[in-house]
């Protein structure tokens, strides 16, 4: 049974809060179900990456959507962790979708796309084909395209400082239409999920303006942390270990979009702030590089004034002082920006 | 007349495999195994915070991302000559062990798996048994390492110096309740493997290999961690029958076949991190073929693996009369799961609740590291050099670059190489023993394997 264009719209308003998968799991079950018994033709190719977002969706969804996840992967028409098509079967299917001789309803990239042959995916006549044809090829047919991950959001940590392999973001690549970027280093299951269970249903949901899902990358970190009182109280960690707010030791929880706090990872276990570890803002575009990085510091800065917030800048090891609201901004920059001054390119 | 085979992609290995061979009289007589993704992590780390190298080689890897964080922090504080308190180690042996047993039934069940009529594997019951056997135990050791890490993949939390997360009381409970869970999943699901070996006696015919084995030791005792003899899994190696002492100095990087510049590899305490050079021609104007290098140790061939570990720990005898084979590779990883289970109790009971978890971590102005770790599939060994607080150099060798090696300048072939050259070809249409020999070596994720034979597709191995 398919739910409404209408139903489903009610859901994707709702997506903000982390219980949405338990109000809403029988809905997404059938979203799932119906796809996998359907005809939907879904492509997820995997490029430069280490199938950390794979190993997330698979190991990390919810209990209660498990198994819909599991068959729902299965009838994917490509996807190169699970699917039990055999090779020249699986090899057929990336052609026929890359030709336009079968239909592609969305098309799945992990990991960034780096340049020619640091990566090559299957060959054809005896050459090896580079990820990036595969790419510009298959996104030239999809009608959706999801960069699921930083490295294929943003390029990630592969492109970092100096990108030696000039790794670029699926956006950069597959420019003719919108893609909706699911960054994180992985990203969280429900993110996956969700997305995709509005994207099945022919639903583009609502993006900000580095194309992530609002839903889910609408707060920062630090407005939902647990620790954020302390923040308030002006008490902090001096050590990892410590119960209070992490900020001075690195924590980029305020400049980093995400509702981890709210959601929480591996079906509620834990998540980095609630586990000690300083945020890393893996979900922002300069992640691994500044002002991002250096990631945490031990180092103890001089305590803050009445005035708050402190400015994240401080810590981020910046040298522009700037406002909290500016200070963000900068973080969201996009990489090409940063790509010019890059020191070193590996030439193929 | 020979043929060639190509294998690509061989997915179940983190990043991207190829594997081309030559069958001459249904044997194969030559193998190269082609690393098809270069990512230049080692370059991206110079002039970078040394502090951030945990994060940034936990990428290296989806699959064992812990074990890098944990080996980069140890390679750190190894530089700043500081050893974090008794809870992190316990804490860090916690994490690799769930990571192992994680990445082991992953590599027994969801990849070799369907090579094999186990389980109904490969076949409609494929789902079935994803959803009811393969995952939920997997689910739970990632619980296990997200109580400590925040979250997984990519936990965060070991940091040089230590870890972040104090253990409490409940804690330790709840690790116990969930490796309880572990296994009794466990126990329902290993005498299916090993009997279906057991009762397979061609899998001790072939996939051979070096026959060298090196385990560089993991899981030390948290309270006295510098002595080797308290590693749970034993430091050495083993060849020609015999066990000796592993000396770190040496390794070797060979790039002869490799596209580096010959200026690239070397000792990895020393070598310059490497310099691409695609489609290099060596000296005998031969052309390189690999974005893998090729690590020796004292100018020989070793596998790395839990074969090699239970092998050097004195767990384990190869049963194939040829001294290893996919049955033993297999066979090793499945019963190193119950020797796992045996020990986390112990990590558990060092941990102490309310005690520190972190020792200082200060950047050292200059300074040179080097941390010696297992990682589920083999001996992992980071090196880092600072100057200037600043990281100068970091090499990282992974288990899959002793495995997955190429040719070297004496010719010798990597040893999954070496375990494919001499195969008998059962079937000529469905060439088994290639992508089991392969996949004995604990690729990483699942996938499809598809054959090219001349530019034409083969049907591969049928399931």
Redesign the interface.
């Known amino acids: 049974m398919k739910i409404t264009r209408r139903d489903f719209l009610k859901l994707s308003a709702v997506l903000t809060t982390g219980a949405v998968i338990e109000y809403y799991t029988s809905d997404i079950r059938k979203i799932f179900k119906a796809a996998a018994q359907q005809d939907v033709n879904v492509i997820w190719l995997q490029g430069s990456q280490d199938s950390g977002c794979t190993i997330s969706m698979l190991q990390g969804a919810n209990p209660d959507l498990v198994d819909v996840i599991t068959d729902f992967r299965l009838s994917l028409t490509y996807q190169p962790s699970i699917m039990i098509a055999e090779g020249e079967e699986a090899l057929n299917r990336l052609k026929d979708a890359a030709s336009g001789n079968t239909p592609l309803d969305v098309l799945i990239v992990e990991g960034g796309v780096p340049e020619g042959y640091f990566c090559t995916v299957g060959e054809i006549g005896g050459d090896p084909v580079p990820f990036e044809q595969w790419v510009k090829q298959l996104g030239a047919r999809a009608s959706h395209v999801v960069a699921l991950g930083s490295c294929a959001a943003f390029g990630g940590i592969p492109s970092g400082d100096p990108n030696p392999t000039n790794v670029r973001p699926v956006s950069e690549i597959i420019t003719e239409k919108p893609v909706i970027n699911l960054p994180g280093c992985p990203p969280h299951p429900d993110w996956v999920i969700l997305t995709l269970a509005n994207v099945l249903q022919g639903i583009s949901p609502e993006l900000d303006e580095n194309n992530r899902p609002k839903a889910f990358y609408g707060k920062t970190v630090h407005e939902a942390c647990s620790r954020l009182g302390y923040y308030e109280m002006g008490q902090f960690a001096e050590s990892f270990e410590d119960p209070e707010c992490l900020f001075r030791l690195g924590c980029k929880g305020p400049i980093s979009h995400g509702e981890c706090p709210s959601r929480l990872w591996n079906n509620g276990t834990n998540m980095c702030t609630l586990g000690g570890v300083p945020c890393r803002a893996c979900v922002e575009p300069a992640f691994p590089d500044p002002p991002l990085s250096p990631f945490y510091s031990w180092e103890i800065i001089e305590p803050p004034t009445s005035e708050f917030p402190v400015d994240p800048m401080i810590v981020a090891g910046a040298a522009t002082a700037a406002v909290a609201a500016g200070a963000g901004a900068y973080a969201l920059q996009r990489r090409s920006k940063k790509k010019a001054g890059a020191k070193k390119k590996n030439r193929l | 007349m020979s043929e060639t085979f190509?294998v690509?992609?061989v997915?179940r290995l983190?990043?991207?495999l190829?594997v081309k061979v030559e069958i001459e009289n249904d044997k194969i007589v030559d193998a190269q195994c082609i690393g098809?993704?270069?990512?230049?992590?080692e370059?991206?780390l110079v002039?970078?915070?040394p502090?951030?190298a945990p994060?940034?080689t936990c990428?290296?890897?989806?699959?064992c991302?812990e074990t890098h964080q944990i080996t980069s922090s140890f390679c750190l504080e190894n530089a700043a000559g500081i050893r974090p308190p008794v809870n992190a180690y316990a804490i860090r042996n916690i994490i690799e062990t769930a990571t192992t047993i994680y990445s082991n039934l992953l590599s027994i069940l969801?990849l070799c798996g369907?090579d094999y009529d186990l389980y109904g594997l490969?076949n409609d019951k494929?789902?079935q048994v994803?959803?009811e056997v393969i995952?939920p135990p997997?689910?739970l050791c990632?619980?296990i390492?997200?109580?400590?890490?925040?979250?997984?993949?990519?936990?965060?939390?070991s940091?040089p110096?230590?870890?972040?997360?104090?253990p409490t009381a409940e804690t330790r409970t709840s690790i116990l309740t969930k490796l309880s869970q572990i296994k009794e999943a466990y126990e329902h699901i290993a005498p299916t493997i090993l009997g279906y070996l057991d009762d397979h006696q061609d899998l001790k015919e072939y996939g051979v290999g070096p026959k060298n084995f090196v385990s560089y030791g993991v899981y030390p005792d948290p309270e006295n961690p510098e002595d080797e003899d308290s590693f749970y899994f034993k430091r050495g190696i083993f060849s020609k029958g015999e066990r000796s002492e592993f000396n770190v100095d040496w390794i070797n990087e060979d790039v002869t076949y490799s596209w580096y510049t010959d200026e690239s590899g070397g000792n990895p305490a020393e070598e310059i991190p490497p310099?691409?050079q695609?489609?290099k021609l060596t000296s005998t104007g031969e052309r390189a073929y690999t974005?893998a290098k090729a690590p020796r140790y004292k100018g020989e061939v070793f596998e790395a693996g839990p074969l090699a570990r239970m092998i050097v720990s004195g767990f384990y005898t190869p049963k194939s009369q040829h001294g290893a084979s996919v049955h033993d590779r297999i066979y090793a990883r499945a019963l190193e799961i119950g020797k796992l289970i045996e020990a986390m109790p112990i990590w558990v009971s060092k941990l102490k609740p309310g005690e520190?978890?972190?020792t200082?971590?200060?950047v050292p102005t200059s300074a040179s590291g080097v941390a010696l770790w297992e990682a589920p599939r083999g001996a992992l060994g980071h090196w880092i050099k600072i100057e200037d607080e600043k990281i100068s150099r970091y090499q990282v060798i992974t288990p899959t670059a002793w495995n997955c090696s190429p040719k070297d300048s004496n010719l010798q072939n990597g040893p999954v190489e070496q375990a494919l050259i001499g195969t008998q070809i059962a079937d000529r249409e469905n060439k088994k023993e290639i992508v089991r020999t392969i996949r004995s070596f604990d690729p990483?994720?699942?996938?499809?394997?598809?054959?090219?034979r001349?530019?034409k597709?083969?049907?591969?191995i049928?399931?």
């Open positions: 190509v690509d992609p997915t983190e990043g991207h190829k098809t993704l270069y990512r230049g992590i370059q991206i002039g970078r915070d502090r951030d994060v940034i990428a290296i890897c989806g699959v991302h969801a369907p490969g494929w789902a994803l959803k995952i997997q689910r990632h619980q390492i997200a109580t400590f890490g925040g979250k997984t993949p990519h936990h965060w939390s940091v110096g230590g870890e972040t997360k104090k310099e691409p695609y489609d974005w520190p978890t972190s200082k971590f200060e990483c994720l699942a996938c499809t394997v598809h054959m090219i001349d530019g597709e083969l049907k591969p049928s399931i």
